[in-house]
């Protein structure tokens, strides 16, 4: 008598704020599908979103990064949230303002026309829950574009580019910053309880206490530093060091958020142009390619080279040297030599070796060569006419007074 192998299955635990997040999402998200299938709302393309420790100085970087990106809309501050006069109602009705609430009111926000472009999102996500529904939005929107895709309404669903910017700063630089920020607020109030002038700021009791910076900081970095983190692997993720001053920051992020078309573009148009080469690369290696060609147009084509050379001596250098001033000379010429496409070729490299930049157009023009004598058509030939652009630095005149 045989007997058929027992499997023995071992349950996979399942992540319990992967399970809220996902009951959460679910149950927001079926108030903002149907609106964006029909076509009433969308969601912004680009949505960038923002953890700093305490003093890294969010809201005076925000605005470089805003401008790197092209984005005019204002930011959503995930506490101002807590201000909407949604999440008021719960609080007077004593109710705790929960993950809930707040993911609800922030994608009600994100439908928002003026985001359209592109969005920050300061402060969001801070906890394991809402770091996976940052995950199920990205992917409810890829879900969507591949159901629209090929349709009418595939133009509703841009490729979705989320991106992730932490700014960082050591302990010690949080710390001293928010004192600062502490001691600068209770000075401005000061002088508004004084004058009457002014408006008076939230004194936060976090900001005038060394131990509560540094819980604050800690806290951060343990937890929203830490979720924040687990992102890396799924969008691309932006640790800009906020420790200097305000100038080196503007230049990390300047170069933090160099464009990246791959990101961006979706993958069609991307491989349709893939091939074209970037300028940073055809610039990389063109000085050594520009000695090679000049090199081979001595050794391969020395007699059109040579009359190249004679046509930039005679017609060239007296133009470009009246126009030493303005460092813009415009040449006409009918020099038959330039039908010759390579010797146009060559002028321009032997002026971009001496250091101008040159610009070369070609025009055709018809030019009356007889009548005939039976229609009495006038029969023209066509002429060439060559013009180029010679641009250098000029020279300055300066006066004495």
């Known amino acids: 008598m045989s007997t058929s192998p027992i499997t023995v299955t071992t349950p996979v635990a399942v992540d319990p704020a992967y399970e809220e997040a996902e009951r959460i999402f679910r149950e927001v ?19 960038i979103w923002l953890g700093g420790a305490p003093g890294s100085g969010k809201g005076t970087n925000t605005p470089f990064i805003l401008r790197e990106r092209g984005i005019t809309a204002q930011p959503i501050v995930t506490s101002d949230l807590l201000n909407t006069p949604e999440m008021q109602k719960l609080k007077d009705a004593g109710m705790l ?17 003026a985001l359209e472009n592109g969005v920050i999102i300061d402060g969001f996500p801070r906890s394991q829950i809402q770091v996976e529904v940052v995950k199920l939005l990205y992917q409810g929107i890829l879900d969507l574009r591949a159901k629209y895709r090929g349709t009418p309404k595939a133009g509703q669903f841009p490729k979705p580019f989320f991106q992730i910017v932490a700014l960082y700063v050591e302990e010690k630089e949080s710390v001293e910053r928010q004192l600062k920020r502490g001691r600068a607020i209770i000075a401005q109030n000061a002088r508004v309880r004084e004058t009457g002038v002014g408006q008076l700021q939230e004194e936060r009791a976090t900001d005038l206490s060394e131990e509560s910076c540094r819980k604050r900081y800690r806290v ?146 018809d030019i009356p060569v007889k009548v005939d004598p039976v229609t009495h058509e006038i029969i023209c030939a066509k002429r060439f006419r060559y013009r180029f652009e010679i641009r250098f630095a000029g020279s300055a005149i300066r006066r004495g007074i």
């Open 97 to 113: 303002v929960g993950d809930r609430s707040v993911i609800e009111v922030l994608f009600n926000r994100l439908l928002d026309p």
């Open 29 to 47: 998200w079926a108030g903002i599908q149907p609106r964006l299938e029909a076509g009433t709302a969308t969601l912004p393309k680009e949505m």
């Open 220 to 365: 951060f970095m343990e937890q929203t530093y830490t979720v924040l983190q687990s992102l890396r692997k799924v969008f691309h993720f932006h640790l800009i060091n906020a420790q200097g001053d305000i100038h080196s920051v503007e230049k990390a992020i300047i170069r933090e958020f160099q464009y990246q078309s791959s990101l961006e573009l979706d993958e069609d148009t991307c491989d349709a142009i893939q091939h074209i080469p970037l300028a940073s690369d055809v610039s990389l290696n063109a000085r050594q390619l520009l000695v090679r060609r000049l090199d081979g147009y001595l050794r391969d084509q020395k007699a059109l080279f040579q009359q190249v050379i004679a046509a930039i001596d005679k017609e060239f250098v007296p133009v470009i040297r009246l126009h030493g001033i303005t460092g813009l000379a415009k040449i006409i010429s009918d020099n038959e030599l330039f039908a010759e496409p390579l010797a146009i070729t060559m002028l321009v490299d032997v002026l971009s070796e001496r250091g101008y930049r040159a610009t070369a157009t070609v025009e055709t023009r």
